[in-house]
């Protein structure tokens, strides 16, 4: 790709940060000892990963032990609500939420699959803002329930739960609490030491260090039941030797989310609202979709009425511009995303969304590059479209 990249799509997977890179660079030439074997050369590769444990550790306000590296954010989910039904193999009821990312909805809409078992599954709705109901919620917790699994902040909307309090209320009941914070860690300030949260899992890839690479959280005293089986690495919590480069990357990015994390509030807050006001007041029918305060400060999710988001993606390709309309893993097909559905978007507004994701290292110069390029884009596909005209 030559010309200019104007990249705003950090929550489908972000760049590698240069001081990452740096980072793990030894790790992929000179130190490659297994980190299990006896002699100091590989006792320096030991160290470097615990190094990275505590990086990733004093980022979630969470001890050293209570972390484990996985290969990615799915591997955290699918272990840690795995782990609760292995655990608990007499209780058959799972609480979950109709926004989930794919890693939680299709594990839990599978999860007799995997285990041999009938299981009831409560899937929260949202309101058209997409926030939960603490009422059904309460409601839906009982003796019967393995795990309560809430994603922290929406890949998609941005949207932010309210992790804290759900976390208590499943606590109270003694039931097991996961989280899925892929999205919510680097973004929102996060101290695991003082809340409920039993499992919570992360990603590299979304934090500016490398694919493949995942953390999951379990808190101490938490009951636990590993996913990979084998060795006894990460203290017999997952078996496989280490990815060593990948999990030196995620400590040194977990640092640098630590220092930008003000950042994220100030910096990428401002240009997430310039870019969305914007482009709300030079387009005509766009529209928020999301609670516009209860909200990761990167994310903008708009709905072009009456186009087709994937002419628009096509469109803003030409110019260099990165984003996604529904999610990544959805798009391909033509149904609109299960979370603007479970918000009751309509069809015609569903169907032209388009998610921006922001990050530390975008600027104002791009955003105004964007508020440029993407007007003209919306006018001239309406043109074309014979329901636009019905629609004024
Ligand atoms: C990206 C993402 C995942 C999956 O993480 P991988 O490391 O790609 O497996 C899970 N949950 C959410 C909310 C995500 O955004």
Redesign the pocket.
Known sequence: MSGRLVYLDN?ATTPIAPEVREAMMPYLTNLYGNPSSMYSFAGEVADGLKKAQASVAALLGATPEEITFTS???ES?STAILSAVRTFPEKRHIITTRVE?P?VKNLCENISLFTGHKYRLTQLKVDEKGMLDLAEYEAALSDDTAIASI?WAN?ETGVIFPIAEMAKMAKKRGILFHT?A??AVGKIPIDLASLDIDFLSS?G??LHAPKGV?VLYVKKRTPFTPFLIGGHQERGRRGGTENVASIIALGKASELAATHIGQENSHVRALRDRLEQGLLARIPKAILNGDKDNRLPNTSNISFEYVEGESILLHMNRQGICASSGSACTSGSLEPSHVLRAMGVPFTAAHGSIRFSLSVYNTQEEIDFVLEALPPIIASLRKLSPFWKEGL
Request: charged share 20%; hydrophobic share 20%.
């Open positions: 929550n990615c954010g799915t989910d990312h890693a994603m890949n899925d892929v999205q990603s890839h979304k995942g």
